[in-house]
C-alpha cells in the first residue's frame, strides 16, 4: 500500500496540471499564442532558475556517482546506435526516419525528470535528476540536429552551429552556474535565496500546465500506425532493457528514477519544432509528443510502484 501511494503521489499533481492546462486552453484561457510565450518564458528563465536551485543546494559529489552518468551516456550511445541501424531498414519514408529515432531516445526529461524525483524524494534529492539533465540535454540536442539532418536532407552536420547552439542553451547555462556555485560553496544572503527559490517553484507548473494545454486528442490520431509502436517501444520495450541493467550495477534511490526517467518521459515537446525545421515529418513529430505524454502517467506509475515495492527507491 505504501508503494502505491508513494507512485500515486508522484503522477498525480503531474496529471492534475496537465490537466488543468488541457482545461484552461478549452475554455479559452490559454491562446496558442500565449502558450507559446508562456512556454519561452518558462525555457528561458524559470526552468533554468529551477536547475541552477537544485544543482547548487546539493553537493554535486554526493548528489550523482560516476557509474550512473557513465552509464546514462552509455546507455544513450547503445541506444542510439541500434536506433540508427535498424529505424531506416523498418521506416521507409525518409521524413519519418530521423522522427522515430528521435522520439525513441529524445524524452522531455527537464520538465518531468526533475518534477518526478522531487515528488517521490523531495527537492533536496532532485540534484541527480537536475545533474543529469545538463548531461543529457545537450546529448539529445546534438543527437536530433545529427539525425535530421542526416535521415531527413542527407545533408552533413554543421559542428560550428551545432556547438554554439548548446553553449547557449538557457538549461545547460543553468546548470553549469548550479555547478560553479556549488564546487565553490557560495551561498547567498536570505532575501536573495527566497527569491531564487520562489522563482525554481514557478518552473514546473508552469510547464506542465503548457504542455496539457498545447494537448491534442485530434493530433494524435494521425499516423498510429506508426506513433502506437513507437510509443510502446519508447515507454515500455527500452525501459525493460535498460533498467535491470541500471539495478545490476548497483545504482539506486534518487540516482535510480533519475536514470530510469530518461527512458520512461514522454518524447521532447521540443522535438515536433525540430522535425518542422528541418522538413522532416512535423505532424508525425507532434503526435508522438501528444500519444507518449498521454501514456506516461500509467507507465510512469507502474515504474516508480514497481521500484518501490522492491525497496530499490
Known sequence: MDSFLVALNAVMPLFLLLALGYGLKKIGMLTPEFLKKLNSVNFRVFLPVLLFHNTYKTSITEAVSGVTVGFAVGALAVLYALLCLTVPRVVKTPAQRGVVIQGLFRGNYAILAVALVTNVFGEEKAAAASVLCAILVPLYNV??????????????????????????????????????????GLRFPTFLESAISDVAHLA???A???????FSFRRAKGNLRISLPVTALRL???PVCFVPIAVALGIRGPELLAICLAWETPVAASSYIMAVEAGADGELAGELVVLSTACCIPTVFLLIFILRSMALL
Open 204 to 206: 514546473t507548473p508552469l
Open 208 to 214: 506542465l500546465i503548457v504542455l496539457g494545454g498545447d
Open 236 to 238: 515500455l520495450v527500452i
Open 143 to 184: 543527437l536530433a540536429v545529427v539525425t535530421l539532418d542526416v535521415f531527413t536532407s542527407g545533408d552533413k552536420p554543421k559542428l560550428g552551429p551545432t556547438l554554439r547552439s548548446i553553449a547557449k542553451n538557457p538549461l545547460v547555462l543553468g546548470v553549469a552556474a548550479g555547478l560553479v556555485v556549488s564546487l565553490f
